[in-house]
């Protein structure tokens, strides 16, 4: 069974501190992607990560993908409260990819003011 | 047109009703999806479709029957539903094969 352990499940923190969240697998991905969601609404895509060692960034978020493409990381720089949400990373193992997405388990972020 | 549109957005309904959600994409993505979320959860696959065709159904519970009456349009037909039914009903779209689903922004469903 291909998994994604997310870390942390849950974090809280204050407006303008900086966070990471990892995603974790013992399996090869072709690709990862993060989404955000937001209460009540569904998941957002905010990027795709498909090269090993692939640095993104996203205004204030920088995604990476591990060089043997098995984990990625969100880093969050001066956490904003409009980055409350659950983020879930997600992909496709590289030795199945017509299978199911594969999600992690979810990291719930507050951002206090 | 970027997006996905499910109605309705909120539904109540008792163990014996039948009731119907709705899903909609006009982006061209031959695949469509339902999920079902618990809160703080993760989305969990419930069925694919893919060019029209069922082509996943994860051992789900024969009260729910999904139909893709054509390549735009899902639906999710609600029977006999049970308290734990109680959930997020996410519909998504993506090319076939795709790597990236595109959400709409659910169904949040109560069962009394």
């Known amino acids: 069974t291909q998994l994604l352990e997310q870390s942390p499940q849950f974090l809280s923190i204050q407006e303008g501190e900086n966070l990471t969240v990892y995603c974790n697998s013992s399996?090869?991905?072709?690709?990862l992607q993060w989404y955000r969601q937001e209460p009540g609404e569904g998941p957002v895509l905010l990027v795709t990560?498909?090269?090993?060692?692939e640095v993104k960034k996203l205004k204030r978020l920088t995604f990476q993908f591990g060089d043997a493409r098995k984990d990625s990381s969100l880093h969050i720089t001066a956490a904003q409260t409009g980055d409350t949400g659950l983020y879930l990373c997600a992909g496709r193992s590289f030795y199945n990819q017509g299978g199911k997405l594969i999600f992690g388990q979810g990291t719930e972020l507050s951002v206090k003011p | 047109d970027t997006e996905v549109t499910q109605t309705p957005k909120h539904l109540v309904m008792g163990m014996t009703n039948k009731k119907s959600l709705k899903c909609e994409q006009h982006?061209?993505?031959?695949?469509m999806y339902w999920y079902k979320q618990k809160a703080k959860k993760p989305p969990e696959l419930m069925f694919v479709y893919s060019y029209e065709k069922l082509s996943i159904n994860e051992s789900v519970p024969s009260r729910f029957s999904p139909e893709c009456p054509n390549s735009s349009l899902l639906n999710l037909h609600l029977h006999a539903l049970q308290p734990e039914d109680s959930a997020l009903y996410l519909c998504?779209?993506?090319?076939?094969?795709?790597?990236?689903?595109?959400f709409g922004s659910g169904t949040q469903l109560s069962v009394l």
């Open positions: 998504a779209s993506s090319h076939r094969g795709g790597r990236e689903l595109f």
């Open positions: 990560v498909v090269t090993g060692g």
């Open positions: 982006m061209g993505h031959r695949a």
């Open positions: 399996s090869v991905f072709s690709s």
